[in-house]
């Protein structure tokens, strides 16, 4: 039980979270920053917590994929305020928050190609 709290814990996040970042994208009028920057701040807490509550459930350690992931929390963490500070670069932001969230998840399929495990 404990496994799926944390699961729906992380991705519920992260949808949120890339869903508040476009908005910003959408919409960089300094007025909604400090509502942005609020909101993408308490979920990207809480998709860290339920990313390393899923690692202590899981008991892996700290294999590479675990770094690879928590670099694309960090930039897509970011981004969300970027829009408001460079309001001329969001389409390579967009972009980039793409990249970052497909990378994340391939990362969760694809990772036992890396090691040579089929689990």
């Known amino acids: 039980m404990k496994l799926a709290i944390y699961q729906v814990l992380h991705?519920?996040?992260?949808?949120?979270?890339?869903?508040?970042?476009?908005?910003?994208?959408?919409?960089?009028?300094?007025?909604?920053?400090?509502?942005?920057a609020m909101i993408t701040g308490i979920l990207s807490l809480l998709m860290l917590v339920g990313g390393f509550g899923l690692v202590a459930v899981l008991k892996v350690g700290f294999p590479w994929w675990v770094l690879v992931k928590l670099v694309c929390w960090l930039g897509l963490s970011a981004l969300g305020g970027l829009a408001f500070r460079k309001p001329a670069r969001?389409?390579?932001?967009?972009?980039?928050?793409?990249?970052?969230?497909?990378?994340?998840?391939?990362?969760?399929?694809?990772?036992?190609?890396?090691?040579?495990?089929?689990?």
């Open 11 to 36: 991705v519920a996040s992260m949808v949120l979270l890339a869903s508040f970042t476009f908005q910003s994208f959408a919409n960089p009028d300094p007025k909604n920053r400090k509502r942005s």
């Open 90 to 119: 969001i389409p390579m932001l967009r972009s980039t928050v793409i990249a970052l969230v497909v990378l994340a998840i391939s990362t969760v399929y694809f990772r036992n190609l890396v090691t040579g495990s089929h689990e």
